[in-house]
Nanobody, 125 residues
Framework: HVQLVESGGGSVQAGGSLRLSCASS????????MGWVRQAPGKDREGVAA????????YYGDSVKGRFTVSRDDAKNTLYLQMNILKPEDTAIYYC??????????????????RGKGTQVTVSS
């Protein structure tokens, strides 16, 4: 398992932006597919975005397409999620996820092997 630590969450008004970061304990270069998952109270876990190592193939959930951008800096062992045009329905705890398998992180309901403790994102209307 990879140790993952998220940061960058907070409270913002609708239409605003936030950038989440995820630092890993070790090298993730060319080994792990990385992703962001969110869970709101009373709702199922939802895959938000994912990215492969190397060529950086990306996946986005339908609800965030065009608003969120996932990226990674393997030299810094860091994953990012740029969130723009935030909506109240984006309110959730956001988790960084990692798995050797692309399909484990890039799905509407991903099934990943490693996950951080999460960071809260709250969007007010």
């Amino acid at each position: 398992h990879v140790q993952l630590v998220e940061s960058g969450g907070g409270s913002v008004q609708a239409g605003g932006s936030l950038r989440l970061s995820c630092a890993s304990s070790g090298s993730i270069y060319d080994t792990m597919c990385m992703g962001w998952v969110r869970q709101a109270p009373g709702k199922d876990r939802e895959g938000v975005a994912a990215i492969t190592p190397g060529r950086g193939r990306r996946y986005y959930g339908d609800s965030v397409k065009g608003r969120f951008t996932v990226s990674r800096d393997d030299a810094k062992n860091t994953l990012y999620l740029q969130m723009n045009i935030l909506k109240p329905e984006d309110t959730a705890i956001y988790y960084c996820a990692a798995d050797p398998s692309w399909t484990a992180v890039a799905a509407r309901v991903p099934t990943f092997g490693s996950r951080g403790k999460g960071t809260q994102v709250t969007v007010s209307s």
